[in-house]
């Protein structure tokens, strides 16, 4: 900013527009309320916090997948828990099945639907392994 200072009759005069810039300072400021949380906003990706969604999910289809057989015993629990949990369309709270597919942006259906299909050729591919076993039948004298 330049000022010039012209001396006539002991009287200074300004020039450049002071009035105005002085004036603008106290003009109100209008911000949008998406550049007023852009201000907030981690300017580093979320990744520790994905990473841990992630691995809650992992952990849950593991069980279901893992367990599917178990009759009894904890691993038939895991298995009846995580079933649950990946059925259920309960999304109040954070670590619900649904809750976690909307913060990692997946489609809970479409994983559910896979499970399915898996469970379903896991059981037939089990029930065709079953079919072949004979067991062994002993006669005691």
């Known amino acids: 900013m330049e000022l010039k200072e ?27 309320g998406e550049d007023y949380a852009a201000n907030f906003r981690r300017k580093i990706p979320l990744e520790p916090e994905r990473t841990l969604l992630l691995a809650v999910l992992e952990d849950g289809i593991r069980c279901f997948q893992e367990n599917l057989f178990a009759v009894s015993g904890k691993r038939r629990t895991l298995f009846d828990e995580a079933k649950e949990w990946l059925f259920s369309d309960d999304a109040d709270w954070f670590c619900s ?45």
């Open 6 to 32: 012209t001396n006539t009759n002991t009287s200074t005069t300004r020039t450049a527009g002071m009035e105005d810039r002085i004036g603008s300072l106290f003009q109100p400021d209008t911000l949008l």
């Open 97 to 141: 099945f649904v809750s976690l597919c909307t913060l990692l942006n997946l489609e809970p259906n479409y994983i559910r639907r896979g499970l399915r299909e898996w469970e379903a050729r896991a059981r037939q591919a089990n029930q065709k392994k079953n079919q072949g076993i004979v067991l062994d039948q002993r006669l005691v004298a």
